[in-house]
C-alpha cells in the first residue's frame, strides 16, 4: 500500500466506511464512501487485511458508471475493466474496488460465471447514502429534541424493549446477511 496522499483527499469527506471480503475470500478490506463539496460521490480502498499492496486514491462514482456503460450489454464487468481509471500500479485495486462495488450493490455476480458481474440500478444506493449524509447533517441539539419526545427513541428502536416485531426483523435481516455471504462465496 502506498503511503502517497490523494490530491483529493483535502476537499473528499468520508460519509461511510465500511468492510467486505476481497473477491477471493483470503483478506477483508476496508473502504469509504466519500463526498466532494459539489456532492459528487468518490470510493477508495482504506486498510486490506491481508498481504496485497493497493491504491488508495478515490475514484468518482461517475466515472465508474462510465465505465460500466462502454462495456458491451453481451460482456460481463470484470476487474480489467476497472483498470484504467488508476493512476497507481498496483494489479490488486481493481479486483479490491469490484468487491466494494459488489458489497454497496451496485454490481451483482453473474450466475455461472467466476468473477464476472453485471451493473445494478445505483437507486438503492444512491438513497442509502442521501441517509447517511441527511442524518449526518441533522444537528446535535435536533437529535436530543427529538430523543426527548420520544422517550430516547431516535432511530426506531424501542428504547431498550425488544418487541415480536423488533425480533422478526432481526431474524429475517440476519437470514439474509448470510444468505448473501453463502451466494458470494459461491461466484
Not at 476481497?22 to 478490506?29: H, I, R, V, W
Not at 429534541?145 to 426506531?156: E, I, V
Request: charged content about 30%; overall charge positive.
Amino acid at each position: 500500500m502506498t503511503k502517497q496522499e490523494d490530491p483529493l483527499d483535502e476537499s473528499i469527506t468520508v460519509v461511510k466506511t465500511g468492510t467486505c471480503e476481497t473477491l477471493s475470500g483470503k483478506s477483508k478490506l476496508t473502504y469509504h464512501v466519500g463526498r466532494d463539496p459539489e456532492d459528487a460521490l468518490y470510493f477508495r480502498i482504506h486498510k486490506n487485511t491481508g498481504g496485497g499492496f493497493f491504491s488508495r486514491e478515490w475514484v468518482a462514482l461517475k466515472n465508474i458508471q462510465k465505465v460500466f456503460a462502454e462495456v458491451p450489454e453481451e460482456r460481463p464487468i470484470t476487474a480489467i475493466v476497472l483498470d484504467g481509471l488508476f493512476k497507481g500500479k498496483s494489479v490488486n485495486t481493481p479486483g479490491f474496488l469490484l468487491a466494494v462495488l459488489v458489497k454497496e450493490k451496485l454490481l451483482m455476480p453473474m450466475k455461472g460465471k467466476k468473477r464476472s458481474h453485471e451493473a445494478v440500478d445505483p437507486e438503492e444506493f444512491m438513497e442509502k447514502v442521501e441517509r447517511l449524509t441527511s442524518a449526518e447533517m441533522k444537528p446535535k441539539a435536533a437529535i436530543r429534541k427529538t430523543a426527548r419526545k420520544t422517550g430516547g427513541n431516535t432511530g426506531g428502536n424501542t428504547g431498550g424493549k425488544t418487541t415480536a416485531a423488533s425480533k422478526k426483523k432481526a431474524r429475517i435481516k440476519k437470514r439474509s446477511a448470510a444468505s448473501r455471504k453463502k451466494q458470494s462465496r459461491t461466484v
